[in-house]
């Protein structure tokens, strides 16, 4: 699943899936030792009902775009998280 991530927002949430199929999320934590890519798989951990060591950013660890693999999940099938976006 491709991710488009704005850091440093004034909360973290998922706004929806852009035009390209991508899920654009906004993030407290900054881009600084990995603490927004942290908060990125807490957050889809969260939203998909998965454990956090289910979620691995595949490519873009310091790329506001980002491909993420959550284990356990069809994402051409199952990209709807289970807890409301």
Partial sequence: MTVRVQTGAQRT???GTLADGSLKVRL????VKGEANRELVRLLAGRYGVRESAVRVVRGRTSRMKVVSIEGI???TDATPTKGV
């Fill in 13 to 15: 949430e998922v706004l």
């Fill in 74 to 76: 069809d994402h051409t």
């Fill in 28 to 31: 407290r934590a900054a881009p």
